[in-house]
């Protein structure tokens, strides 16, 4: 059965700054895909970013990126030029491809920013 | 136009009633999910139903029924309410089972027994 590990419960970062959250999973598939969703207090979940496991290359999208290490199974989301509006519960998950696609969620890290 | 509604945002009823929760997506998905998310924020899956089909069912107490009249809606029909059944239940959507795309989310239903 595939698992999500994030290891931070709770980070912080100072307006503007750059933080990096940790995400690790387990799997035996070769194929699946990895997002990382947010929960601001409002607890809307929102789609930050997305990875295809076959793609080497890193997703992006503005301020957030991923450090995707499919061998060392990592998947860490770079948020840079931190904004206080990224205060929020940051999901990591994996989807399987197979088993009705479901979605696996890591247990959460709660990020607050500093003005 | 929200694309997945539920309905309600908030439910409190006594321990021992039966409650529903709807939900509808208008993004023409064909697969609905319902997630439970606990106290410490925990997601985890109860049940996707695939075209009216039910693709997943976790280890979900027989308390919990799904019923998905057609693929744009999907309720959870809880009987016999428990304390431990309080917690946020979130409805999901897909374009497939298999897709790249990820899931969009409603709103949540908090739950709380009492």
């Known amino acids: 059965a595939q698992t999500v590990t994030q290891s931070q419960p709770e980070m912080s970062v100072q307006e503007a700054e750059t933080v990096t959250l940790s995400c690790t999973y387990d799997?035996?598939?070769?194929?699946?895909?990895l997002f990382w969703y947010k929960q601001p207090p409002s607890r809307q979940m929102i789609l930050v970013i997305r990875?295809?496991?076959?793609?080497?290359q890193n997703a992006t999208e503005n301020r957030f990126s991923v450090n995707f290490q499919k061998a060392a199974k990592s998947f860490s989301l770079k948020i840079s030029d931190s904004q206080l509006g990224d205060a929020a519960m940051y999901f990591c998950a994996y989807r399987t491809i197979n088993q009705g696609g479901k979605l696996i969620f890591g247990q959460g890290t709660e990020l607050s920013v500093k003005p | 136009d929200t694309a997945v509604s539920q309905t309600p945002k908030y439910l409190v009823t006594q321990m021992g009633n039966d409650k529903s929760i709807k939900c509808e997506q208008n993004?023409?998905?064909?697969?609905m999910y319902w997630y439970k998310q606990d106290s410490k924020k925990f997601l985890k899956i109860m049940f996707s139903?695939?075209?009216?089909?039910?693709?997943i069912n976790e280890t979900v107490p027989n308390r919990f029924s799904p019923k998905s009249p057609d693929k744009a809606h999907l309720n959870l029909h809880i009987n016999s309410l428990e304390l431990g059944d309080s917690a946020v239940y979130f409805c999901?959507?897909?374009?497939?089972?298999?897709?790249?795309?990820?899931?969009?989310f409603g709103s949540g239903t908090r739950l709380t027994v009492v």
């Open positions: 139903y695939n075209n009216k089909e039910l693709i």
């Open positions: 993004l023409g998905h064909d697969t």
């Open positions: 799997t035996s598939e070769s194929d699946y895909y």
């Open positions: 999901a959507s897909s374009q497939g089972t298999g897709v790249f795309h990820g899931y969009t």
């Open positions: 990875q295809e496991a076959y793609k080497q």
